[in-house]
């Protein structure tokens, strides 16, 4: 089939699927519509299938071909009389073509929501019997060739009749679907189950319970991520399963009765049987609350519907991400683009998420289960199935506040260097209503913060900036490591290929690791065996408080809060009851540190009623996690990969602490000496991250007073470090000043003789040049421009000359420590201008010599007072050249040794409080 013709924008193809009977070969045409005239059509959801399995149908008068299961669907849809219009995303779209099929999926939400309906196709209905659910349907089953609801399942007449069955108007089967959907039907509409079952005469319940078990696990629907936005936006859904069709609202009703009272609705079920319709009710729910949400101002986020769809399949790995985007109200930056790689897609998305939340919300959970190992370790596996309880826990994050509420801003990669630091800082500008201009920023932060800038290491080099000293990019880096030595705001950087770094506050270390708690039959076994290993050494309200991760249901409310002393008193009752059960108190480390503590096993019947929402807690705290205990006593609950010697680690923007496991070795590209100023320095530590923790007493921010106090402490030991040597290293750098200046002087006399004698020695050439050649004054051009740059160039060495020894003379008229400080630092800057300086000067000189060399070398030799001249000339140079000392870098190593060494008897003082701070490089 020839290339179908290129769609302009907001325009879709429509498919005609014309009229036939179910073994009528199946014929279409399409036509091209915009969606801005409110076309009239139908949207199909359904399961591509598998490609290889395909089928021919005929579209515009030439075959193609399409998966057999869409075949299936367009049978079940084809009217005998009239045209079916659908939209049908395998034939609309042009599948070739990535450009179309990235503009056609960023329209896929209008598409759903502008369709008349959208039909869902289930496909075949299962039969509870094993041999029947895998037997492949014929074509040509003539018992599927119309479609049937619901209502046809019973009379009206005889449904009203209390005391006897009811009368079905035709057989139900499992083989059409009719038995399973008649039964959510029937819990739909608040029938007595047993009057169901006793009506058909052809099953039982342990058949039904078995088509819904099918229904959920064979059904390929349920697993696919598209089908998601595709009912969430319609306005109207109707489910085709088998040869039955029904409303949406029918599987919602349903669902909602299962949700408040299954047991009671249908007391015969085995607990096997109860999760199936638990699970069912969750499944329906879960969209249905999506489909709420949607219509109402409520916030969707991206990362919300991630984990609530994680583990739904996808031909292509990137629509994971792309089928949600476009029921995201948080508005997410990533757009569809089939022309990136999978690991792009899943970097730019967790970037983004972190980007516009300044959290590290997504990086909650577990991130040594992954199916996806290939992954760099921070970016989380949304091919994962979600666990109930892992879900519940993750959600729970938002009751911690670990890093005190401290924001995080992300530097993308491509993005200008430091962009982001300068970002966050004009979003605090804008707050204050101030200018937006990039020196009015920087300068207003630098008002803002000044009260705890004026006495640090910050205050040099951010007044070097305000004079001039220093551009923008070097402040920005000042701003950025004065944030990273306080706990943040952090910034997190993107180094590209799975990299990112950002700073950290490496709390602690694991010591004791405890078994994995793997499900609810080995939870009390697990706990008796979590205290035994630690024996005397934990502390019991640190135990009772971990267990549950300081988390509670209010019974009142029935929400989640943290734990109250009343709470401790009713886990410790708790588990002395269940641990009664398990073994004899005594014989346990557990059991007798409760009956220590007075608690009589013997009757808790008092506090049955908080037993169900206690181990519901506890359970979702602990599944999948393992006890851990730290070198600094803490107790604490982690993933289930945590061994001994990882690290616990602070974030800003982490509402929890991770554990993290150190890499063997560094990673490429990522570089620790980016900052012009040693102070500011973090060292670069790669780590893998393998997911969030609990660790008691630190999920409140207790651990970020001592990150605040690495800025303080660092500025207070600085200048301690230096008073501690202050009046030694203010003598010896006295004596090394007082011999710098007459090194100093006496190359000044020479350089000044130097420049007086050849500044005559070239005014007098000139003026005889001139007389001998008038005719050729551009020769002399080259020299005399460089000759004007060496004389300015030898002013500026002056000037930086007598500023340097001002300020070195400034410095010694202060006794106090603070300014004397600052004083040596702007000295120490001076003396680099004054290098500087000479440096130049002494290029510039070269540049001279070399120009009026080559101007010597063409100059007219004809006449005896020509040569003369030349020889006089270059006689002149040797004797003045002869007049400057051979070392014209005059700074004397000694000043450089004093003042490395101050900065490293510093280092040594701050090495412990800074070794807990590092740039964290998580691959």
Not at 695 to 702: A, I, P, T
Request: aromatic share 10%; net charge neutral; charged share 25%.
């Amino acid at each position: 089939m020839e290339q179908p013709p290129k769609l302009l924008p907001n325009e879709i193809r429509l498919l005609n699927l014309l009229p036939g009977k179910w073994s009528d070969p199946i014929h279409c045409t399409w036509r091209i519509v915009s969606l801005d005239g409110n076309p009239k059509y139908k949207a199909l959801s359904y399961v591509w299938g598998r490609s290889k399995h395909s089928q021919p149908i005929c579209l515009n008068g030439s075959p193609i071909h399409i998966t057999r299961h869409l075949r299936r669907a367009l049978r079940q849809l084809r009217n005998d009389n009239e045209a079916v219009c659908l939209w049908v995303d395998a034939v609309c779209i042009n599948q070739s073509d990535d450009e179309e099929k990235t503009e056609q999926v960023k329209m896929m939400g209008k598409i759903y929501a502008q369709s008349q309906e959208v039909v869902v196709y289930l496909g075949d209905a299962f039969s509870p019997s094993f041999s029947q659910s895998f037997t492949t349907p014929s074509d040509t089953t003539d018992a599927m060739s119309h479609t049937m609801t619901p209502k046809d399942c019973y009379s009206t007449s005889a449904f009203n009749e209390i005391d006897t069955g009811l009368v079905w108007r035709r057989p139900l089967s499992h083989k059409d679907g009719s038995y399973l959907v008649c039964f959510i039907q029937f819990l739909a509409d608040g029938v007595d189950i047993k009057r169901f079952i006793a009506g058909t005469d052809q099953g039982s319940l342990e058949d039904v319970m078995e088509a819904l078990r099918l229904f959920l696990s064979a059904v390929s629907w349920w697993k696919r991520v598209w089908v998601i936005q595709e009912v969430v936006i319609a306005s109207r859904i109707m489910i085709l399963y088998g040869s039955m069709i029904a409303p949406w609202e029918t599987f919602v009703k349903a669902a909602n009765r299962v949700q408040e009272n299954a047991r009671k609705e249908i007391p015969s079920l085995t607990p096997s049987d109860m999760k199936v319709l638990v699970e069912f009710s969750r499944r329906i729910r879960g969209i249905e609350s999506i489909r709420n949400r949607w219509k109402s101002p409520e916030q969707i986020t991206l990362l919300q519907l991630l984990r609530q769809f994680s583990g739904r399949k996808a031909t292509d790995p990137r629509d994971k991400v792309y089928a949600l985007l476009g029921l995201a109200k948080d508005k997410p930056s990533v757009e569809p683009n089939y022309g990136a790689a999978e690991l792009d897609v899943l970097t730019d998305t967790t970037l983004d998420i972190i980007s516009r939340s300044g959290s590290l919300d997504v990086l909650a959970g577990d991130f040594t289960m992954k199916d996806n190992n290939a992954l760099p370790s921070w970016i989380p596996d949304w091919s994962s199935p979600p666990d109930a309880f892992i879900q519940s826990r993750i959600e729970n994050v938002k009751y911690y506040n670990a890093c005190k509420g401290s924001p995080v801003y992300v530097q993308l990669q491509a993005s200008k260097e430091l962009s982001a630091v300068y970002e966050y800082i004009t979003q605090l500008n804008s707050k204050q209503g101030e200018g937006d201009k990039p020196d009015d920023v920087i300068s207003n932060w630098i008002h803002t913060h000044w009260p705890s800038l004026a006495s640090s290491p910050w205050a040099d080099p951010l007044r070097a900036y305000q004079n001039g000293y220093i551009d923008r990019e070097q402040c920005l880096e000042v701003i950025e490591a004065y944030y990273n030595t306080r706990g943040g705001p952090g910034c997190l950087r993107h180094h590209g290929k799975g990299v990112v770094s950002l700073p950290g506050l490496l709390i602690d270390s694991v010591i004791v690791v405890g078994e994995t708690m793997w499900s609810d039959t080995e939870l009390i076994p697990t706990i008796i065996a979590w205290h035994a290993m630690m024996g005397r050494s934990i502390i019991w309200e640190d135990f009772e408080s971990t267990i549950c991760a300081d988390l509670v249901s209010d019974t009142a409310t029935g929400q989640c809060r943290r734990l109250s002393p009343r709470d401790r008193d009713l886990i410790r009752t708790w588990l002395a009851k269940e641990v009664s059960h398990h073994s004899v108190p005594v014989d346990t480390s557990l059991g007798r540190q409760l009956n220590s503590l007075g608690i009589d096993v013997s009757d808790l019947g008092a506090h049955d009623s908080y037993s169900s929402s206690i181990r519901s807690f506890i359970m979702q705290a602990t599944y999948r996690r393992k006890f851990f205990f730290t070198a600094n006593g803490r107790t604490g609950l982690g993933p289930v990969g945590t061994e001994i010697d990882d690290t616990v680690c602070i974030f800003p923007g982490a509402k929890t602490p991770f554990i993290l496991r150190r890499r063997p070795t560094g990673v490429g590209g990522v570089g620790g000496g980016r900052y012009r100023y040693p102070f500011i320095r973090l060292a670069m530590k790669a780590h893998e991250i393998l997911g969030d923790c609990y660790v008691h007493r630190l999920m409140d921010g207790e651990a970020m007073h001592d990150w605040e106090d690495v800025g303080s402490n660092y500025n207070r030991l600085e200048i301690e470090s230096h008073i501690s040597v202050h009046q030694k290293t203010r003598e010896d750098l006295k004596l090394a000043g007082v011999k710098w200046k007459k090194q100093a002087d006496y190359w000044h006399q020479r350089a000044e003789a130097w420049q007086v004698a050849n500044s005559a020695l070239w005014r007098d050439f000139i003026g005889r040049e001139s007389m001998l050649n008038p005719d050729i004054p551009h020769r002399r051009e080259p020299p005399n421009r460089d000759y004007e740059n060496l004389v300015k160039n030898y002013k500026n060495v002056k000037k930086t000359f007598n500023e340097t020894w001002m300020v070195w003379q400034e410095m010694y008229a202060y006794d106090e420590f603070s300014i004397w400080q600052t004083t040596f630092r702007k000295w120490h800057n001076r003396l680099h201008a004054s290098n500087s300086a000479l440096r130049e000067w002494k290029s510039s000189k070269l540049r001279w010599q070399d120009s009026l060399r080559d101007y010597i070398q063409v100059f007219p030799s004809g006449s005896v007072e020509s040569k003369g001249l030349v020889h006089v000339l270059r006689k002149a140079v040797e004797t003045v050249d002869s007049m400057l000392p051979s070392e014209t870098m005059y700074l004397l190593t000694g000043v450089h040794i004093e003042t490395g060494e101050q900065e490293k008897l510093a280092m040594e003082i701050l090495g412990p409080i800074l070794d807990k701070v590092a740039m964290v490089v998580l691959v």
